[in-house]
């Protein structure tokens, strides 16, 4: 499997978007300083880009990006899900944490870390090692020119599927963390309220939100994906002074960092209302997605979008930045944003000379 991957890769317009060609006749044999080759930008990376030890590590940051970023904003989605489920007891932000404190103590903030934990471990696992393979996947079923000209499309598409297996991986911890974040009285650790779903509800109350889940995470993965690819693009080519490739790794990273954030916001505001049903579904016993959508109406689907805000931004701005480090620490194929192929440029004209 991984073999035919990596001959994929090595095709990839987006593995080698800038390929560098040495011409053995063209070579100036007065020249004693030669500009770096692909053979020798290679060889300081540990792995080819598209082989089964790229995507290994992939996998393993996203794993990094989103466990720790998800499990350190436990307090804030701790109150984001209770505003959500009970909006006239927790009236905002600042209110939750004080009533939350109030009633609980400081310990309660930290509900839900345990599943929070495993689960979106397991989730970047998936979304982050499946993305690269289907973005390789399907930029080489396009071509390279295709695959330029439509690598919004491509980035939709490649963080859709990833999403789908990554809400799978996610779902019955998601179940878990709600649960023990929104009902009080419930079970409080992972422990004893994981094995109380299966022998309660079996299969189906571990997996009974898995449709709002990716109605929640496909929309905000697709935004959170393409948006940041694009976001890029964008920042190094319209506001960042110089090039990517005159850019040291602390300046790219922090590049990625506001790319991220940017992402992040857009991210928030298109998945929360399906994120509101997941927090309302997983508390009330019975209810199905259409009832409780229903019951929640237009205006309810929005509450807690503030604290959604503040931490999907941060959150992805992080997981991007993590993500990104763990490239860099790691030594992995880093391509720069995609650019025009040549024989795209000279269809258009866009050569000099044409």
Known sequence: MFESLLKVAKNSPFGTPLRAECQGAQVNPNRTIAAAS??????????????????????FGGILSCGITHTAVVPLDLVKCRIQVNPKKYLGIFSG??????????????????????????????????????KVVYANLLGEENAYLWR????????????????????????????????????????????????????NGVYKGIVPLWARQIPYTMMKFACFERTLEALYKYVVPKPRSECNKGEQLLVTFVAGYIAGVFCAIV??????????????????FIEVAKNLGLLGMWKGLTPRIIMIGTLTALQWFIYDSVKVVFRLPRPPPPEMPESLKKKLGLLPGN
């Open 152 to 203: 919004t499309s491509l980035y939709l598409a490649a963080s859709a599927s990833a999403e789908f297996f990554a809400d799978i991986a996610l779902c019955p911890m998601e179940s878990v963390k709600v649960r023990i974040q929104t009902q009080p009285g419930w079970s409080t650790t992972l422990r004893e309220g994981f094995p109380r779903i299966l022998k309660e509800e079996g299969l």
């Open 271 to 288: 998945s929360h209302p399906a994120d509101t049903i997941v927090s309302k579904l997983n508390q009330a016993k019975g209810s199905n």
């Open 38 to 59: 692909a053979v020798a930008v290679q060889d300081e990376m540990s792995c080819e880009y598209g082989s089964a030890k790229f995507y290994a590590l992939c996998g």
């Open 97 to 134: 944490f004080s009533l939350t404190v109030r009633e609980e103590g400081f310990r309660a903030l930290g509900k839900g870390w345990a599943p929070t934990a495993i689960g979106y471990s397991a989730q970047g696992l998936c979304k982050f090692g499946f993305y690269e393979v289907f």
